[in-house]
């Protein structure tokens, strides 16, 4: 069983930039293709961004590219994703997810921005765009 934790949320103002991070305390996310997710109340969860096991892939929504970078660190088994010119609309409960590619989809550094296809959730963080 992993556990994801999402530290970094907040308030910040349209235009400012925020760096959510995700990790696993106790655990490795080596082996484990990670994804953004965003939620509002009442709304669908939208993939935001996702990175390959090994960080050589990432995609992103159509919404977050140009603005959000996704990386990660192994080395200090955390992910992170930084948000740049962030907009009111930003605004949602971000949550990060994780599941472990079978043999193909670590060979072809694949990831996901659907959600059926994570296993593992963390609990989200607030992020609000207001000024």
């Known amino acids: 069983q992993l556990h994801l934790a999402e530290p970094g949320g907040g308030l910040v103002q349209p235009g400012g930039s925020l760096r959510i991070s995700c990790a696993a305390p106790?655990?490795?996310?080596?082996?484990?293709?990670i994804g953004w997710f965003r939620q509002a109340p009442g709304k669908e969860r939208e993939g935001v961004s996702c990175?390959?096991?090994?960080?050589?892939?990432?995609n992103s929504a159509d919404s977050a590219k140009g603005r959000f970078t996704i990386s990660r660190d192994n080395a200090k088994d955390t992910v992170y994703l930084q948000m740049n010119t962030l907009k009111p609309r930003d605004t949602d409960n971000y949550y990060c997810?994780?599941?472990?590619?079978?043999?193909?989809?670590?060979?072809?550094?694949?990831?996901?921005?659907?959600?059926?296809?994570?296993?593992?959730w963390g609990q989200g963080t607030q992020v609000t765009v207001s000024s």
């Open positions: 990175i390959s096991s090994n960080g050589g892939t990432t």
């Open positions: 997810a994780a599941f472990k590619p079978t043999s193909w989809e670590r060979t072809m550094q694949l990831c996901a921005l659907t959600a059926q296809r994570y296993e593992y």
């Open positions: 106790g655990s490795t996310l080596d082996y484990y293709a």
